[in-house]
């Protein structure tokens, strides 16, 4: 089983509209958890940390639930600019973080 | 807004070559980490290095590969005897507290 298992896509929705990724993560000794993106050949780039609370950050909301092992992110209102692969990310201690292989999202006009 | 640097941007070698990648840090950061992402593929971790010593490496970074901070800002990573199965985009990242990991540009590496 993978570590950190993310839904394939890849994903095509029309501007406006509300996408939710899924990822799973097996170590329950997992500590951080991150959401990045990614732009095809560029690196990745931060979009948010995850926290048990959950958190928002303007049309971004991520959710963790520790007890499912589970990792959500949801994007309202999309716009063509969110067109990128999102990167779920899960760290065990201060060395290591494991990505997911990436939902590819694309918004179209 | 202070971020990683990575030079050169492509490197293209013979196999069996040696190559260096550099990476400059964020200035005030102290964790150090190298991905590696094959075309198509997920990004990897190879290995994160704090206070002047490796702190965890993976399967893949093995004898061929060494990490070096040779002077306050430069963070190396070297490849001893490049493989054909080296190519791919190789990233550096820092962080200031082990979490939120800041990516370089990353310097795509062709070994032919």
């Known amino acids: 089983r993978k570590e950190v298992e993310q839904d394939p896509g890849p994903f095509n929705v029309p501007e406006g509209a509300t996408v939710a990724f899924n990822c799973t993560y097996s170590n329950s000794a997992s500590q951080s958890f991150f959401w990045y993106r990614q732009d095809c050949r560029k690196e990745p780039k931060l979009l948010m940390s995850v926290y048990s609370s959950g958190n928002e950050d303007g049309r971004f909301t991520a959710q963790l639930n520790r007890a499912s092992q589970y990792i959500s992110l949801l994007i309202r209102d999309s716009k063509l600019s969110d067109s990128a692969t999102y990167l779920c990310v899960v760290k065990r201690r201060a060395g290591k973080s494991t990505f997911g292989d990436g939902t590819t999202l694309t918004v179209k006009p | 807004e202070p971020e990683v640097t990575q030079t050169p941007s492509h490197q293209v070698t013979q196999m069996g070559q040696e190559v260096i990648l550099r990476c400059v840090p964020i200035?005030?950061?102290?964790?150090f980490y190298w991905y590696r992402q094959i075309l198509g593929q997920k990004v990897e971790f190879l290995v994160s290095f704090y206070n002047n010593e490796i702190s965890e490496k993976s399967e893949i970074f093995d004898d061929q590969f060494s990490v070096e901070r040779p002077d306050g800002s430069n963070f190396t990573l070297k490849i001893r005897s490049t493989k054909l199965e080296d190519s791919a985009m190789y990233f550096c990242?820092?962080?200031?507290?082990?979490?939120?990991?800041?990516f370089g540009p990353g310097t795509r590496l062709l070994v032919l």
């Open positions: 200035s005030n950061h102290l964790y």
């Open positions: 990242a820092s962080s200031e507290n082990s979490e939120t990991q800041y």
